[in-house]
């Protein structure tokens, strides 16, 4: 094994063939089962899923012989499905938790494990570090013993009934009928280009929104593990074949949805792309005001301010997290939350799992614009009206393991009284480094939890303030 085995903000994450190989995913599999043993929760059954990268079928179906060999039930995802799916399926069959073979939004030579706790939500860290404490365990034992892996053949798994292949939509649409109106939305004449981005999201809006007015036609909609010409990130850079068509055949909206379908990017009339904490702005106003539900919303820190904005217009609590849906499920849950989001574009909505969902995002976001008669460019300026212009951008750098325990020592061992001119107010490193400046702007230096990226994030009044912090942020890490 190259790597040790560590799950990072949302999963273990590897390269294919390198990382990420059979024995590594039986590995991991084990070490569910035995973490399932260890809390008692092995006589419940286990979801396993998968998305469209290279052999995620081969990865789940490895998966499902070692759950099965540990006298585990397993439901077996029939094909490439968003996790949000497999997420909602876990209550919805009383099951332990479930294995979601995906490296979400990473490039196609990457692969991944996801753990998912009984309520569908990303397992918590006291969990994971279980998980990987096993994974330790068997690592040591398969070195010195030979192995500490069970399996049961997938075929006489399937025979004794051990596994069983589940196809986990129809459920799940119907569970969205209690949230949309989609006979309202069926009704309008919205012209809508979605790109799944040869993900697992391909198919659910055109089968969610089928057999109406609407206009909807897919991009990118035919399984293929490279995802040629892009990485399957919903962000602008990613976006610009959904914008060109969005402009050139008159759309109302390009939606996008990650590798996974649990992030969503949204393209407004005019194919420019709304921010991730627009779009979460937006959805929180649309809860707020168009639904006139009432309740906390759950922030991560990486995102916009105009939540809690937000928050004190319409007089409801805001909390604010570390990076990563883990942290945001249970405060979610604790607080009864109408919404949990991060600048990822990820976000979660009260009532449904307390997972990342980027298809109920999206009918969210259309039934805003039908509720409201305005257009996405439209709905941003009525935002803008309430809370400010809010800017955000965030700059990515690849870095090794000593340059980043550099980065760690420059920024820990001062800290700027002013950055691009303005007084730095406050200081806070509960994720990173996030320096708050006198205009109500802000600058975040942090390292990803699942990739060797540094990541800088900044927000303020202009587009041009924000690209100047970016700037400053990146000579105090010394780029």
């Keep these: 094994m190259t790597n040790p085995i560590k799950f990072g903000t949302d999963g273990w994450r590897g390269i294919i063939a390198e990382d990420f190989t059979f024995d590594n995913v039986r590995i991991c599999a084990q070490a569910v089962a035995e973490y399932l043993k260890q809390a008692g929760l092995d006589k419940q059954s286990l979801v396993i899923g998968y998305d469209t990268r290279f052999a995620s079928e081969d990865f789940a179906a490895a998966a499902a012989e070692v759950i099965a060999g540990n006298d585990i039930r397993v439901h077996l995802c029939l094909k490439p499905t968003p996790t949000p799916v497999v997420s909602f399926t876990v209550p919805a069959t009383k099951s332990a938790g479930a294995i979601v073979i995906t490296a979400s939004h990473n490039p196609g030579s990457w692969n991944g494990f996801k753990y998912k706790s009984q309520d569908g939500a990303s397992a918590p860290g006291e969990v994971t570090s279980q998980i990987e404490g096993n994974i330790a365990s068997l690592t040591l034992k398969g070195k ?105 055949q008159k759309a109302d909206v390009g939606l996008a949805t990650d590798g996974d379908a649990d992030r969503i990017g949204i393209l407004d009339e005019k194919g420019q792309f709304l921010t991730q904490h627009q779009v979460f702005a937006l959805l929180c106003l649309y809860l707020l005001e168009v639904r006139g539900e009432r309740g906390a919303m759950v922030r991560t820190l990486t995102s916009t301010m105009m939540i809690s904005r937000l928050g004190k217009l319409f007089d409801v609590a805001v909390y604010e997290t570390p990076v990563g849906f883990k942290y945001v499920a249970p405060l979610m849950m604790e607080r009864n939350a109408i919404i949990g989001g991060e600048e990822s574009g990820g976000y979660g909505f009260r009532g449904h799992v307390p997972e990342r969902d980027a298809i109920l995002a999206g009918l969210y976001f259309l039934d805003f614009m039908v509720k409201t008669g305005k257009t996405p460019s439209q709905l941003l300026d009525y935002l803008y009206s309430k809370v400010g212009p809010h800017y955000y951008d965030r700059r990515d750098f690849h870095i090794s393991a000593a340059k980043r325990q550099t980065i760690l020592h420059r920024l820990g061992s001062s800290s700027p009284d002013a950055i691009a001119s303005t007084k730095v107010t406050r200081v806070d490193t509960t994720d990173g480094f996030r320096f708050f400046l006198g205009d109500d702007s802000w600058l975040l230096i942090r390292f990803s939890g699942t990739e060797p990226l540094v990541r800088i994030y900044s927000e303020a009044e202009s587009l041009e303030r924000a690209e100047a912090l970016l700037d400053e942020g990146k000579k105090l890490i010394g780029l």
């Design 144 to 248: 010195e013993q030979g192995g500490g892996v069970k399996r049961l053949a997938l075929d006489k798994a399937l025979k004794k009934g051990a596994v069983d292949y589940l196809d986990l939509a129809p459920a799940y649409f119907n569970h969205l009928g209690h949230f949309v109106d989609i006979e309202g939305l069926l009704r309008q004449k919205l012209n809508i280009i979605v790109d799944p981005m040869y993900g697992a999201g391909i198919g659910y809006f055109k089968t969610a929104l089928q057999n109406g007015n609407l206009k909807i036609t897919e991009i990118n909609a035919e399984r293929n593990p490279s995802f040629p010409q892009i990485q399957p990130e919903p962000i602008a850079k990613n976006l610009t074949k959904l914008s060109r068509l969005v402009v050139g």
